[in-house]
Every structure is written in structure tokens, then in C-alpha cells.
């Protein structure tokens, strides 16, 4: 379960392991999916760090797409 509540309190770079519990998967397959084309990860040093505001816009946009078939 996510120690995170809303989008709110999420920080503002979440890491990988984040990630894996906000979307509830895990540590394996976000990885795997931070390392995917369309996702907004970006790699500082050896971390690999996701930008919450472009996170909470891929969800939505992830939303969006799954309601538009």
C-alpha cells in the first residue's frame, strides 16, 4: 500500500521504488517501466528520478488513452 494520499504529497522527484508504490507494482516492473521510451524518467548519476508533475501527466494521459479506445 502507498504511504502517499493524493498527488499532493508526493515529492517532487519520486524514485523508482516510489514509483512502485504509488502505482502499486513492483520494484521490478517500475523499473522496467522507467525504463520505457514514453516514460518521464531521467537518469542523475546512477539514480533514475521522475518528475512528479510529468509523472501525474503521463497517468492522466495513460487515463485518457485507456477511455479513448
Same mark, same amino acid.
Not at 521490478?28 to 548519476?45: C, M, N, Q, T, V
Not at 509523472?55 to 477511455?67: L, P, Q, S, T, Y
Given at each position: 500500500?502507498?504511504?502517499?494520499?493524493?498527488?499532493?504529497? &508526493?515529492?517532487?522527484?519520486?524514485?523508482? =521504488?516510489?514509483?512502485? +508504490? !504509488?502505482?502499486?507494482? +513492483?520494484?521490478?516492473? +517500475?523499473?522496467?517501466?522507467?525504463?520505457?521510451?514514453?516514460? =518521464?524518467? &531521467?537518469?542523475? $548519476?546512477?539514480?533514475?528520478?521522475? =518528475?512528479?508533475?510529468?509523472?501525474?501527466?503521463? !497517468?492522466?494521459?495513460?487515463?485518457?488513452?485507456?477511455? $479513448?479506445?
Amino acid at each position: 500500500m502507498s504511504k502517499f494520499k493524493s498527488y499532493d504529497e &508526493l515529492p517532487l522527484m519520486l524514485s523508482v =521504488p516510489e514509483i512502485a +508504490s !504509488v502505482l502499486g507494482i +513492483s520494484r521490478a516492473a +517500475s523499473y522496467e517501466l522507467a525504463r520505457s521510451k514514453d516514460f =518521464p524518467s &531521467l537518469r542523475i $548519476g546512477t539514480r533514475i528520478v521522475v =518528475p512528479k508533475d510529468q509523472f501525474i501527466e503521463w !497517468v492522466n494521459r495513460k487515463v485518457a488513452d485507456k477511455h $479513448g479506445e
